[in-house]
Each structure stands twice: as C-alpha cells, then as structure tokens.
C-alpha cells in the first residue's frame, strides 16, 4: 500500500446495504467506494486479524457470507464495524477506510493468493 495521504480524507456518506452486504462510502474529494462486508472483514485492523506485528497476521477463513449488523462512530475519525460472526473490535478510521478503497483490487486479489496457498477456502467448512 502507499504511504499516508496527505490529509485524511473526509467521508460524506456511509450506507450499509444489508442484502448485498456492501458497505457504500463517499468522500469529501469525489471518491466512492463498495467495500463488501467479507473484504471488510478479513480486512479488519483489529489484533486478531493483524496480530501484535509484522509476521503474526492470522489468516481469516470462512467469511464469504460475513455481514455488518451495526456501524458505530467513534469519535470525527473511525467507525467500529460489527460483524455477524461477532467480530467487533476492529476500528477502521476514514483514511484506512479510503485505503481499503482504493486498493481493494490488489488486496483482495493478495487475500485469495493467500487463501489458495494455505488450501483455505472463504466458506465455512
């Protein structure tokens, strides 16, 4: 991913579409993004998916048909997502929420190599 932008960006609307299970997100500079709810998931900040440093990530399995039941502000700069798998406690602040926006074809793309590598699959077993 590329480095810090140069200011945070701003969104000006969210909308969780529970049926597709998309979030929708719009910024102050134009951008828009649809974030499915798995991609969010196994995207999450949180130490359980990240783990406490480089190397410790745990590999998220089985979130094909993840979903967000609520979208809590925290403070002017985040929102805690929560998950129907019970997963909340991730923050994605706005500038990490553009990231995964504007980078979310090259993720996604690094998650499912990832997945093939461990024989994993993104349903549940």
């Not at 719009?26 to 999450?44: H, I, M, N, T």
């Amino acid at each position: 991913m590329a480095g810090l932008l140069p200011s945070t960006p701003q969104p000006t609307e969210i909308k969780l579409h529970q049926v597709s299970k998309i979030l929708e997100i719009a910024y102050a500079d134009g951008a828009q993004f649809k974030l499915p709810c798995e991609f969010l998931r196994v995207s999450s900040p949180s130490a359980e998916v990240r783990g406490h440093g480089v190397g410790n990530e745990t590999l998220q399995v089985g979130k094909a048909s993840v979903n967000i039941v609520a979208v809590e502000p925290v403070g002017n700069y985040a929102v805690k997502l929560v998950f129907d798998d019970g997963h909340d406690s991730g923050l994605f602040s706005w500038e990490y929420l553009y990231e995964l926006g504007r980078d979310q074809d090259v993720l996604w793309a690094k998650y499912l190599a990832q997945l093939a590598a461990a024989g994993a699959s993104r349903d549940k077993k």
